[in-house]
Every structure is written in structure tokens, then in C-alpha cells.
């Protein structure tokens, strides 16, 4: 089979497409700071922020396709640590678009729908960028200079993403899982929309993107919902108390990130090549977390 490189294997979105690309791919894993295996996959420990690291990698797997997931995604880690969160961000996206253009081989680049201010959605790949805080401004960034060094990558603007936890990093649907089923209140966002997926749809569609797209796409769910009415629908789904769930707004919660108030993705350019994410409660339904 052909080898694919993976960084962030550890993480969410890497790990979840590590178990789904091993199907097709002899696929290579990269970790730092989490060293776990990752099941049906070769790890591969390197700080990608360190070039020479990363030629040696590349020199040792020559790699036919590379899918680039590791990030430092936190919002508000990206604005109180800029100067940190650009290494991975920006610099290590760069040298690796440069070192795919030197061997000739795809490119997907995992951006996001936080690109947006999310005054004017749902969001196409025609529409300018505009983002409110640091993290949007790295992608932005590293879109850019991706496209310079290698002009076949495929950009990949992700929403938020839910589905199953890696050993080492949950999604928040595990944060609204947890709290039910110990009969916790939670408080939700209800004026914060997006374009949720699950990290198997959304491995689905970079397989996809890695082997057939160069451009910029978007890789969004069908469904535009509020954070708050998300868990609703979790809470309905698996049998827990809706009334658990309490509505907050942005305003209501002081964070060092500006957020966007909707950056819900326009993904019909992908639907119609192919591009198929579940509909949510299909998706719920394959995590098992449906009172049936």
C-alpha cells in the first residue's frame, strides 16, 4: 500500500484519521508530547516544529501523501502564546508544504472555519477571510503560504468536529456526555452556530481531498446549529436530562479569544464531488451514545 504521513497522530482529528486510513494507507503517525501508539499504524516520534527533524522523517518514509492535523487549536492558548502557537501553526505547515512540493506529493492541509468573523454565513471558498482572534489569523496565514510553496495542497476548512476520543485528547462531545451522565449542568452557547462533523466524516473527506482536490475546500456537516441546541440534541439522543443543559451567551463568559458569532461552512462544492458527512443523529448513532 501506499505510505501516508499523518502528523498530530495523537490527537482528535489525527487519530481518528489514522483508524480510518489504515483501511487503504500503510499509514505513519506522528507524536511529541503524547507518545502513544496508534493501533494498525507506525509511530513516528519528531517535533515537527524542527526542519531537520522533519527532512529526516521524510528521507526515512518518503512518503507518497501527506495529511497535516497536528495544531496547537486552542483559541485562547493561540492568543496569550503567539509567538509559540505560530511554530506549529504557521512555521512547521510551511516547511512541510515546502518539503511535499521538493518530492512531488499531495498536500491536505487541515484549516478552519474560524478564518471567518462570522458576520456574513454560511461561508463559501469564494468568500474573504476575516478572522477575529490569533488562532484564525495562523491559519489564515499558513493557507496562504501553503498554496506558495506547494500549489497542489489541498486546503481543508474543518468545522467544529465531535466523535471518539483519542487516548490523549477528547472532543467536546465528550465534555456534554460526561457532565449528563453524572447529572452535572452545563452551560452551551446558544448564539455561537456552526457546521458540526464527526472526526470519521471529516477523515473520510481528507482521504478524499489528499488524493483528488488541490485548491481550498470546505469540509463542513450538513447541519447549522448552535452550540447549545448540539447538546440538546446529544441529550435527546442518549436519554439525559435536557434540563441540564443551561443557554449562555458569548457575552456571558470572558475568554481572551475573541469568538465568532457564526461561522457556519457553505460545503456544497464538496457534497457535490463526493464529500458525504452523516447527518447528526446518523453520526450519534455510530458513536453509540443513542438511547435506542
Known sequence: MKKLLVTGGS???????????????????????????????????VNIT?????????NEIKPDAVIHTAAESQPNYCQTNPDESYKINVEASINLA???ADMNIPLAFTSSDLVFDGLNPPYSEKDPVSPVNTYGEQKVKAEIEILKHCPKAAICRMPLMFGD????SNSYLQSILSNLHNEKYITLF???????TSAYSAAKGLLWAVENFNGTIHLGGK???SRYDFGIKVAACCGFDKSLIKPILQKDIS????RSPDVSLDSSNALKMGYSP??????????????E
Open 11 to 45: 490527537g482528535f482529528l489525527g487519530w481518528n484519521l489514522c483508524g480510518v486510513a489504515k483501511e487503504s494507507w500503510d499509514v505513519f503517525g506522528t507524536v511529541f508530547s503524547h507518545n502513544i501508539d496508534i493501533p494498525g499504524c507506525k509511530k513516528v516520534h
Open 50 to 58: 524542527i526542519y531537520n527533524d522533519l527532512i529526516k522523517i521524510f
Open 98 to 100: 515546502g518539503l511535499c
Open 165 to 168: 476520543p483519542s487516548p490523549a
Open 190 to 196: 446558544t448564539d455561537e452556530y456552526r457546521t458540526p
Open 223 to 225: 447541519e447549522r446549529t
Open 255 to 258: 475568554m481572551p479569544a475573541p
Open 278 to 291: 452523516l447527518p447528526l443523529i446518523e453520526e450519534f448513532k455510530r458513536l453509540r451514545c443513542v438511547n
